[in-house]
């Protein structure tokens, strides 16, 4: 009978079944099967890998890395463009280097770079402003493109050529309108800044004498008196001429006003030695005085010496003086009157009637105030 043998055919085929219907399950199963949560850790983290027994750096890939306030250091370039963004601090302990074309910018707020200013203790020495571009050393609110601001007397900007050539140390320009440029140009202003005013104590001036010759230009020193600035000294560009009160000099030293030095000496070149100097001194008295001189011949005993046409209206009627030489003999001459309405009169009662004789004028000038001739000395 083979009832046994039928039963343990069934068992194998129920049993086969099981198994088939166990793996479908199974691998039905595997691409749902969900990863496993993300892991906190506390303290470091160390990412290596082993290669015939030597331990050497890994490789960790990432789309992204955040801290755990999801604000100070994250890596998310396909989201942002950015290879890294620093909302907080960091520390680099070797070099940055940029690429060509690439920028250093603040996301917010200006870019500060600091000095090490004491023990553990951090200043800053330069301030790039985020709304306006503007530059500030020794300040944090640079209220132009570039403001040097220092509280010591250490001295604020220093260059220094150490080859051969000239150094431009600074270059101030300005583009001016073709029709309207006269007595306009870039000007440097010295200010010495107090809590209520911050007006310019000085200024110089470079510009355009007149709109018509672009090639003459002058260079200008103001200085502030009550009136506000006013120009002192200015030289012409083309000549080169000096000028002191006046901003039309005629000559290579042209002042109006008093000039007071110990003595006033001028040189020229020697008339007889080649390659030498002739060095001469003015004569000095206690007043403004002008002189006049001349040669004259009596006529009949008697003479008029007639002066030049302004001699009235430039000097003093008190003060005048006549000197008389003889010339070729002598006779007893003398002015006979003052010397008044431009002209004198010279009489010998005696001796030759016809006379020669040298004469010289002197006299105060009447369009300046007299000479102060003692003050007190500072």
Partial sequence: MSFPRKRESIFVLLTGLFLVL????????IGSIAPPPAQATVGDVTVDQSVGGSSTLGVVTAQKLVDSANSSYFLDPAATGNALVTAGDATVSGNIALGNTKTIRSAFGPLSLQYKSGLDTWATGLTL????????????????????????TERQIFAENTGSGNLEVLKVSQILPNTTWKDMGPYISFVGQTSSNAEANAQILSAWTNNADSTD???????RSNSGLTEKMRIKGQGGNVGIGTTSPSTALQVVGTITGTTKNFEIDHPTKPGMKLIHST?????????????ARLTNGKAVVILPDYFEALTRKEGRTVQLTAK????????????????????????????????????????????????KGK
Avoid at 132 to 151: M, R
Avoid at 217 to 223: I, V
Avoid at 283 to 291: H, I, L, N, Y
């Fill in 22 to 29: 166990l793996l479908g399950v199974f691998i039905g199963s």
């Fill in 129 to 152: 402003q985020d709304t306006t571009g503007n530059v500030g050393i020794g300040t944090t609110s640079p209220g132009s493109h570039l403001a040097v601001q220092s509280s010591g």
């Fill in 217 to 223: 230009a002058y260079l200008a020193f103001y200085t």
């Fill in 283 to 295: 004569v000095e008295g206690p007043e403004v005085a002008v002189f006049y001189r001349g040669e």
């Fill in 328 to 375: 070729n003999g002598w006779s007893p001459l003398y002015v006979d009157g003052e010397v008044t309405g431009g002209r004198f009169t010279v009489k010998a009662d005696s001796g030759n009637a016809s006379q020669q004789f040298f004469w010289e004028v002197k006299a105060v000038r009447a369009d300046v105030e007299p000479l102060v001739v003692e003050k």
